[in-house]
């Protein structure tokens, strides 16, 4: 279980998912140990774009001077990444004529994986969508870290922001329309998202040391301030879920039914439900006692957000399990598939084959 819960969290808090914004000034970037690892810093020249095949619009003749970009960075075996193109095809929309959008995927191992990723929505991508060079040649000049990460290139063709996470889409569309105003101040707004992105980093540090030496009252204190810090944000309060779910299982799942009921929930905040079901799933399965009603919550809600196919792979991938489970194997290889068939991402079918694989082996086995 706690084996499950350890890998669930590297994939979290490691890269699937960044809480902090990384926000860049010459004179503070050594605050933070990651941020001062970027190449690009607020005020430096916008280095030059090359890619190995434009996926909509281009050819880009360049960045020039005297026009606003946004300059995005993802990838198509990056969680939070998939939130990123409705926000700025939504961006594109509304400052048309005014801003330039180009969104750069890196080069997957599997030649095809960004092309056919977009293939079903390309329609609805309205700004310059790239495939970075095989050796990245565009990406090792812009960052070198986590992603979805987004800059904002001012008319003098100088960095004026960065942001990591896709967090950072709920303030793009402020930043640039004071960008466009010339009532942006770089310095004065990265100061300001700096000090808070400290004060979470704190406090999830904190956290963390305190569970580890077993002081869960003090930890559980610092959870909730980091909670307090971006209520309406998900990753702190499922960061809180799985370290109650090490200790213990019943205040786990009832801090799950509290998150379902009372979080705010976006579009872009329940990627982590389908992990979490299939957890307790696994729990149910190793020791057969869970809290299945929880699982299926997780599960509604994000069936309630859905969007797109994709969004729904890992619904299925849960409900083919399930079916295992209750000895529905017909039902079961049909949910499987149907998983399977939903996700463009090559390594996902694979990880949903191995998975289901896995889980009816040890289910048959249980039956023998």
């Known amino acids: ?23 860049i000034e010459k004179d503070c970037s050594t605050k933070n140990g990651f941020l001062s ?7 430096d020249a916008a280095p030059n774009i090359s890619v190995q095949e434009w996926i909509k619009g281009g050819p ?23 939130f990123m193109p409705p926000v700025l095809s939504n961006l594109a929309e509304k400052y048309k004529g005014r801003i330039e959008i180009l969104s750069i995927y890196g080069p997957n191992r599997f030649p095809n994986d960004v092309r056919n990723y977009f293939a079903p929505k390309i329609d609805q991508v309205s700004y310059y969508l790239a495939v970075d060079t095989k050796e990245r040649s565009t990406s090792k000049k812009w960052y070198n870290g986590g992603i979805p990460i987004t800059f904002l290139v001012n008319r003098q063709g100088k960095i004026a922001w960065i942001g990591l996470g896709n967090t950072v889409a709920k303030n793009l569309d402020g930043h640039i329309h004071a960008l466009l105003e010339g009532s942006f101040d770089s310095y004065h707004v990265h100061e ?60 786990a799942y009832a801090y799950g039914h509290e998150m379902v009921d009372t979080h705010h929930w976006d579009y872009d905040q329940v990627y ?33 957000m859905a969007r797109t196919k994709e ?58």
């Open 192 to 251: 300001q998202e700096l000090e808070k992105a400290q004060n979470v980093s704190r406090l999830r540090k904190l956290a963390s040391e305190h569970f580890e030496r077993k002081e869960y009252d003090s930890a559980l204190v610092y959870m909730d301030s980091l909670i307090g810090e971006s209520p309406n944000e998900i990753s702190a309060k499922v960061f809180k879920y799985y370290k109650l779910l090490e200790i213990d299982s019943e205040k």
């Open 311 to 368: 969004d729904l792979s890992g619904v299925y991938h849960f409900e083919s399990l399930n079916s295992l489970l209750k000895g529905e194997e017909e039902v079961g290889i049909v949910l499987h598939n149907k998983a399977v068939a939903s996700t463009v991402k090559s390594y996902t079918k694979k990880r949903f084959i191995k998975e289901y694989e896995k889980i009816r082996t040890k289910v048959l086995a249980q039956k023998e």
């Open 272 to 304: 982590p439900l389908p992990r979490m079901s299939n957890l307790i799933l696994l729990e149910r399965i190793d020791n057969g006692r869970s809290d299945m009603e929880l699982a299926f919550s997780f599960i509604r809600k994000v069936r309630e």
């Open 60 to 82: 880009f003749s360049g960045l020039e001077k005297g026009e606003v970009y946004v300059v995005s960075f993802g990838a198509v075996t990056c969680g939070p990444c998939r």
């Open 1 to 23: 279980m706690i084996r499950h819960i350890a890998l669930i969290l590297f994939f979290l808090m490691g890269f699937f998912h960044f809480p902090l914004k990384a926000h």
């Open 37 to 43: 690892q970027l190449p690009l810093k607020i005020g």
